[in-house]
């Protein structure tokens, strides 16, 4: 597993609820610094009443035998495809080794059920380690085992979530990211990533969108989007907020049912219009219900903006279907 060819949502994210619940120490470095969803930074003369800062999660030095560890509560039930253990910034004092485990609990700190998903890996310093947890089930808690002592800058859980449809009773998002909706490629993202588009709620800033390089030749940009579940879209909504002198002139949609992510690629014949081009307008959100073809159910969409810039949200209002 690579970061820059991951298709799938961090879990970890804050905004999605996760939590960090429980550290055996975390003295020099809180535990909440784990999950932050910031690059992690080094401040050079920064330090505080425990000592020098650093910007992760950081526990002392163990003189009596033992392991750290920390437990990490999903916001959203998912099945964890990979992680990203990051050990930046941290030289002498990051943890040799580390193992993951994973349960499914309704408790803050489960104490029993965990199964391995990583075992005990050598680490180095200042380094990312991208570990592919091949496992299929759904997971709630996520438990980091440090050995013996250290600091863990991040840890990144990649993922896709797993959404309970059961009690759902007529229009749902189902392109949002706690639905488990989520983009699997596009044609570029220079200035941000493609996922910001089915997270949950605003765009905080123009950084919280999917935003492309400014196209210099022929073409288009787009984003294919993976629904959390096949649905009839019925309304769909653009939000270009936060975007003034770079949103995309135009938008379309286009929907089509394929059996795996795979079979979505940009080029197949299978796409049928959902949305024909319609102008946007900067920072605003704009809602397309009449104007939506009747194209049936789909599992997945290509959004196509024109012919370049930035959009802050997508969301894809509709029918589960079956």
């Known amino acids: 597993m690579t970061r820059s060819t991951s298709k799938w949502i961090q879990l970890e994210q804050p905004r999605l609820g996760t939590r960090v619940t429980y550290a055996t120490d975390d003295f020099f470095a809180a535990k909440e610094r784990l999950i932050d969803p910031a690059e992690p930074v080094f401040l050079a003369d920064k330090y505080d009443d425990h000592g020098k800062w650093m910007d992760g999660w950081e526990s002392r030095r163990r003189r009596g035998g033992g392991h750290d560890y920390c437990v990490i509560r999903l916001g959203?039930?998912?099945?964890?495809?990979?992680?990203?253990?990051?050990?930046?910034?941290?030289?002498?004092?990051?943890?040799?080794?580390?193992?993951?485990?994973?349960?499914?609990?309704?408790?803050?700190?489960?104490?029993?059920?965990?199964?391995?998903?990583?075992?005990?890996?050598?680490?180095?310093?200042?380094?990312?380690?991208?570990?592919d947890a091949g496992d299929d089930r759904v997971w709630s808690h996520v438990r980091l085992h440090i050995y013996p002592d250290g600091g863990v800058a991040r840890l990144r859980i990649f993922g896709e979530i797993r959404a309970d449809f059961t009690d759902v009773d007529g229009f749902v998002d189902l392109a949002a990211v706690e639905h488990g909706g989520r983009a699997i490629a596009c044609s570029d993202e220079h200035y941000g990533s493609m996922h910001n588009l089915t997270a949950p709620g605003r765009g905080m800033n123009m950084g919280d969108g999917w935003e492309t390089a400014r196209r210099r030749g022929p073409?288009?940009?787009?984003?294919?989007?993976?629904?959390?579940?096949?649905?009839?879209?019925?309304?769909?909504?653009?939000?270009?907020?936060?975007?003034?002198?770079?949103?995309?002139?135009?938008?379309?949609?286009?929907?089509?049912?394929?059996?795996?992510?795979?079979?979505?690629?940009?080029?197949?014949?299978?796409?049928?219009?959902?949305l024909p081009e319609a102008k946007l307008k900067m920072d605003q959100q704009h809602y397309f219900d009449e104007s939506l073809e009747l194209i049936g159910a789909v599992s997945h969409v290509r959004v196509s903006i024109y012919p370049d810039g930035g959009v802050s949200r997508i969301r894809l209002f509709g029918q589960v279907h079956g």
Not at 101 to 123: F, H, M, N, Q, Y
Not at 239 to 263: L, Q
Request: proline share 6%; charged share 25%.
């Open 76 to 131: 959203v039930h998912g099945v964890i495809h990979g992680f990203d253990v990051d050990t930046s910034h941290f030289t002498g004092n990051f943890p040799p080794e580390a193992s993951i485990e994973a349960c499914s609990s309704d408790a803050d700190v489960p104490e029993d059920g965990w199964v391995e998903l990583i075992p005990k890996t050598v680490l180095t310093g200042n380094s990312h380690h991208f570990l």
């Open 219 to 274: 073409g288009n940009d787009w984003v294919i989007i993976a629904l959390g579940r096949p649905g009839v879209i019925e309304r769909a909504e653009v939000d270009t907020a936060h975007f003034k002198g770079n949103y995309p002139d135009r938008v379309s949609i286009e929907g089509a049912m394929f059996d795996s992510d795979d079979e979505a690629g940009a080029d197949s014949p299978k796409w049928r219009t959902l």
